[in-house]
């Protein structure tokens, strides 16, 4: 009896393994293009259905459509939860075959993602998450993280207001992955450019009302108000500081993630002045400007893409390149993943660059200033350039990151 | 000391600021109290709303938050659209949104009359999503800028805090817009009419009052009340298709601690509750979006009516 039952599980697992083998070495011309992100919550203007039409306008500016490849995009809410969104990852890597999964914003979520990716040996392309552990110690030989993270978000923007005087800070900072990465990455830049930190105050993640960790901030006398935070968290912290008279009291704040999107919700009258770090404004340069038109025009709400967008579309487009160089989708997550790092990058909206060994994307970033209301000429008319950082000294140098991918 | 509004409009120029004395640890709990009793107040307003729907319809109306964003957007769009600026928009969009509730009340919630309350939440639920999903696709979800009023900026050095003039003016507005709720349904003979409705419909029916118009009206009124509470909330948070969705569930918990249907219950629960988050901010802020709820949990267990509710 024994010796039947391991026949057959002997059996069994043969044939499995000659149908994944069969099928890890089939090229096809099929790719699905899962695109997770927050769909409906305070991230959903910087990802969210935006980061799907980029992932559409990828696909259909590769051409590859007309050439007769089958490239379809789909899409998820993951709502702000690691459980729901590596389950999604896990149903659509099984279930319905996808590919590689696009943005994914949520250090928590986008964790939990990376995990699941590198289990089922797909593709995780990331823009919308910004902890910097990605490419450090929770790196994989499936993920690539493209558009910014926590590191240098901490060197742009934190980094240059130590250097022009603020050097004793105080966070607010998100209570999740994220904000933790954040505030720990900015901290290490004050220390390093001999600043303090006097204190900190974490709050629960979309919360509406924030005046009462802007009291504890004001009473710290901390010359930097740090706002590890985003979205609609970020917004309603910088709205509710002008109310309660903190930046006319002489302490500045630091957003230290600010998009677009989170700009026009402010308004320019509260808005202006703050410094912040991107590596993508729509404004930059014609190539910029063109992609920004075309994509204002296809979204409901008419806004202009945000660096998280076009993250999506420039990594969907080298993803693109990659298969199309090789001739067919081999479905081996790892191997094209070696292959787009070994492939120079180089699309319109982030210019030429590069993948590392641990999957970090290397490109400029750009510290900006928001214009005063007198100084836009429009609508989305909103940066100011103050410098460039250039794509070397942007992130973080590969001798200084952890990713186990490196010790070989 | 009163600071004038200045230059950028929004942020008022602050002289003392940096020469006041460092906060001690009671100076800064005043300041939580007084946050807390600010954030209470929109609680108050909220829930009640709620209640009085609640207490007249036997409706629970899961479409409260989403009334009350459309409140703040209205504001928005009688700004931007028609030019028509916020002391306005606190007569004319607790009217017009109102008005919208009395639609929903024709069209729908009439023939919810007698059903269980499952039908209503039911309903109601659906209602939300649609309102909020059909603002979300059109106007995204980071919201939209809405400034305070010329008259309203600027703020008070209270010593222990800076208060902006605008919360203050929040707190003392909704005060006052409570009591003459509680005034109008529990002193005047309007009230009687609409208590007794709720008690007995076909009794005062007999007397010759229009009961069914009396009910529309009553879910006029707390709609709103609740678009009141959207307007007022404008110039503080960002206008966004969520933001009543965010705050309706903590409304609900102030509702059911201070008993379904009590209109004082839910007046005083509301500015408590709001205290006691602000306190929970100051002391262990993780815990802050989660107080509300183990509050409720505490209260139901030793009396499952609420603090002021009557065991029907």
Same mark, same amino acid.
């Given at each position: 009896?024994?010796?039947?039952?391991?026949?057959?599980?002997?059996?069994?697992?043969?044939?499995?393994?000659?149908?994944?083998?069969?099928?890890?070495?089939?090229?096809?011309?099929?790719?699905?293009?899962?695109?997770?992100?927050?769909?409906?919550? *305070?991230?959903?203007?910087?990802?969210?259905?935006?980061?799907? #039409?980029?992932?559409?306008?990828?696909?259909?500016?590769?051409?590859?459509?007309?050439?007769?490849?089958?490239?379809?995009?789909?899409?998820?809410?993951?709502?702000?939860?690691?459980?729901?969104?590596?389950?999604?990852?896990?149903?659509?890597?099984?279930? $319905?075959?996808?590919?590689?999964?696009?943005?994914?914003?949520?250090?928590?979520?986008?964790?939990?993602?990376?995990?699941?990716?590198?289990?089922?040996?797909?593709?995780?392309?990331?823009?919308?998450?910004?902890?910097?552990?990605?490419?450090?110690?929770?790196?994989?030989?499936?993920?690539?993280?493209?558009?910014?993270?926590?590191?240098?978000?901490?060197?742009?923007?934190?980094?240059?207001?130590?250097?022009?005087? &603020?050097?004793?800070?105080?966070?607010?900072?998100? $209570?999740?992955?994220?904000?933790?990465?954040?505030?720990?990455?900015?901290?290490?830049?004050?220390?390093?450019?001999?600043?303090?930190?006097?204190?900190?105050?974490?709050?629960?993640?979309?919360?509406?009302?924030?005046?009462?960790?802007?009291?504890?901030?004001?009473?710290?006398?901390?010359?930097?108000?740090?706002?590890?935070?985003?979205?609609?968290?970020?917004?309603?912290?910088?709205?509710?500081?002008?109310?309660?008279?903190?930046?006319?009291?002489?302490?500045?704040?630091?957003?230290?993630? /600010?998009?677009?999107?989170?700009?026009?919700?402010?308004?320019?009258?509260?808005?202006?002045?703050?410094?912040?770090?991107?590596?993508?404004?729509?404004?930059?340069?014609?190539?910029?400007?063109?992609?920004?038109?075309?994509?204002?025009?296809?979204?409901?709400?008419?806004?202009?893409?945000?660096?998280?967008?076009?993250?999506?579309?420039?990594?969907?487009?080298?993803?693109?390149?990659?298969?199309?160089?090789?001739?067919?989708?081999?479905?081996?997550?790892?191997?094209?993943?070696?292959?787009?790092?070994?492939?120079?990058?180089?699309?319109? /909206?982030?210019?030429?660059?590069?993948?590392?060994?641990?999957?970090?994307?290397?490109?400029?970033?750009?510290?900006?200033?928001?214009?005063?209301?007198?100084?836009?000429?429009?609508?989305?008319?909103?940066?100011?350039?103050?410098?460039?950082?250039?794509?070397?000294?942007?992130?973080?140098?590969?001798?200084?990151?952890?990713?186990?991918?490196?010790?070989? | 000391?009163?600071?004038?509004?200045?230059?950028?409009?929004?942020?008022?120029?602050?002289?003392?600021?940096?020469?006041?004395?460092?906060?001690?640890?009671?100076?800064?709990?005043?300041?939580? #109290?007084?946050?807390?009793?600010?954030?209470?107040?929109?609680?108050?307003?909220?829930?009640?709303? /709620?209640?009085?729907?609640?207490?007249?319809?036997?409706?629970?109306?899961?479409?409260? &938050?989403?009334?009350?964003?459309?409140?703040?957007?209205?504001?928005?769009?009688?700004?931007?659209?028609? &030019?028509?600026?916020?002391?306005?928009?606190?007569?004319?969009?607790?009217?017009?949104?109102?008005?919208?509730?009395?639609?929903?009340?024709?069209?729908?919630?009439?023939?919810?009359?007698?059903?269980?309350?499952?039908?209503?939440?039911?309903?109601?639920?659906?209602?939300?999503?649609?309102?909020?999903?059909?603002?979300?696709?059109?106007?995204?979800?980071?919201? *939209?800028?809405?400034?305070?009023?010329?008259? !309203?900026?600027?703020?008070?050095?209270?010593?222990?805090?800076?208060?902006?003039?605008?919360?203050?003016?929040?707190?003392?507005?909704?005060?006052?817009?409570?009591?003459?709720?509680?005034?109008?349904?529990?002193?005047?003979?309007?009230?009687?009419?609409?208590?007794?409705?709720?008690?007995?419909?076909?009794?005062?029916?007999?007397?010759?009052?229009?009961?069914?118009?009396?009910?529309?009206?009553?879910?006029?009124?707390?709609?709103?009340?609740?678009?009141?509470?959207?307007?007022?909330?404008?110039?503080?948070?960002?206008?966004?298709?969520?933001?009543?969705?965010?705050?309706?569930?903590?409304?609900?918990?102030?509702?059911?601690?201070?008993?379904?249907?009590?209109?004082?219950?839910?007046?005083?629960?509301?500015?408590?509750?709001?205290?006691?988050?602000?306190?929970?901010?100051?002391?262990?802020?993780?815990?802050?979006?989660?107080?509300?709820?183990? !509050?409720?949990?505490?209260?139901? #267990?030793?009396?499952?009516?609420? *603090?002021?509710?009557?065991?029907?």
């Amino acid at each position: 009896m024994n010796k039947r039952i391991s026949a057959l599980l002997l059996g069994t697992a043969l044939v499995l393994g000659a149908v994944t083998g069969a099928s890890a070495q089939t090229m096809d011309k099929n790719v699905k293009i899962g695109s997770l992100s927050d769909q409906s919550s *305070l991230y959903a203007d910087v990802g969210g259905p935006g980061s799907t #039409l980029a992932a559409q306008m990828a696909v259909e500016d590769s051409g590859l459509t007309k050439k007769g490849w089958n490239i379809e995009v789909i899409t998820g809410d993951h709502q702000n939860k690691p459980d729901v969104g590596s389950n999604i990852a896990r149903q659509w890597y099984d279930v $319905d075959k996808v590919d590689v999964i696009v943005d994914v914003p949520n250090s928590g979520v986008a964790l939990a993602v990376n995990n699941v990716t590198k289990e089922k040996n797909k593709i995780f392309i990331n823009s919308g998450a910004a902890t910097s552990d990605l490419t450090n110690a929770q790196c994989t030989p499936n993920t690539v993280h493209w558009t910014y993270d926590t590191y240098n978000l901490a060197h742009g923007t934190g980094g240059a207001l130590v250097k022009a005087g &603020g050097d004793s800070w105080f966070f607010l900072t998100a $209570d999740y992955a994220f904000g933790a990465a954040l505030e720990r990455d900015t901290t290490a830049v004050v220390k390093a450019e001999g600043g303090k930190v006097l204190g900190g105050v974490k709050h629960p993640l979309n919360t509406s009302d924030f005046s009462s960790f802007l009291l504890q901030a004001q009473a710290s006398k901390a010359k930097i108000i740090g706002l590890a935070n985003a979205g609609g968290d970020t917004t309603n912290s910088i709205k509710q500081a002008a109310e309660f008279g903190i930046v006319a009291g002489g302490q500045k704040l630091a957003a230290l993630l /600010l998009f677009i999107s989170d700009v026009n919700a402010l308004g320019l009258n509260v808005a202006q002045g703050l410094n912040f770090t991107e590596t993508f404004y729509w404004d930059l340069n014609d190539q910029t400007r063109s992609f920004g038109k075309r994509f204002s025009e296809r979204m409901k709400n008419k806004q202009m893409p945000t660096m998280v967008h076009a993250g999506v579309y420039a990594g969907v487009l080298h993803y693109l390149k990659v298969l199309e160089k090789e001739g067919g989708n081999s479905h081996d997550g790892a191997k094209i993943v070696a292959a787009m790092k070994a492939m120079p990058t180089d699309d319109p /909206l982030f210019g030429k660059g590069t993948i590392e060994p641990n999957g970090r994307k290397i490109h400029p970033a750009y510290l900006f200033e928001v214009k005063k209301p007198s100084e836009s000429k429009g609508p989305w008319d909103y940066y100011k350039l103050v410098s460039t950082i250039p794509a070397d000294k942007a992130f973080t140098p590969l001798d200084k990151s952890t990713c186990p991918l490196l010790k070989k | 000391m009163k600071v004038p509004g200045g230059s950028p409009p929004g942020i008022p120029s602050l002289p003392c600021q940096t020469e006041r004395e460092r906060p001690n640890t009671m100076q800064a709990l005043y300041a939580q #109290l007084l946050v807390g009793l600010i954030n209470g107040s929109f609680y108050a307003l909220l829930s009640l709303g /709620l209640a009085v729907i609640f207490g007249m319809l036997n409706i629970i109306n899961f479409a409260h &938050g989403a009334l009350y964003m459309m409140g703040a957007f209205c504001a928005y769009f009688l700004l931007t659209y028609g &030019g028509i600026n916020y002391w306005w928009a606190l007569i004319l969009a607790p009217v017009i949104v109102g008005g919208f509730g009395i639609l929903l009340e024709r069209t729908m919630l009439q023939w919810l009359t007698g059903l269980d309350h499952l039908y209503g939440l039911l309903l109601t639920f659906g209602l939300a999503l649609i309102i909020q999903g059909v603002f979300q696709n059109y106007f995204g979800s980071s919201g *939209l800028p809405y400034a305070i009023p010329d008259l !309203l900026k600027g703020g008070v050095n209270l010593g222990f805090m800076y208060l902006p003039i605008y919360r203050g003016w929040v707190v003392i507005f909704s005060l006052v817009v409570c009591i003459a709720t509680w005034y109008l349904i529990e002193k005047t003979r309007l009230g009687a009419y609409l208590r007794a409705a709720t008690e007995n419909p076909t009794l005062v029916r007999a007397f010759g009052i229009n009961v069914p118009r009396m009910i529309t009206l009553t879910y006029g009124l707390g709609v709103g009340l609740a678009a009141l509470a959207g307007v007022l909330s404008a110039p503080i948070n960002q206008v966004r298709p969520l933001m009543g969705a965010d705050l309706i569930i903590v409304v609900f918990a102030v509702v059911v601690i201070g008993g379904m249907g009590s209109i004082m219950g839910s007046i005083i629960t509301g500015f408590a509750l709001g205290v006691i988050e602000g306190l929970t901010k100051y002391f262990y802020p993780e815990a802050s979006n989660t107080v509300v709820f183990v !509050l409720m949990v505490l209260v139901l #267990l030793v009396k499952p009516t609420g *603090l002021t509710g009557r065991a029907s």
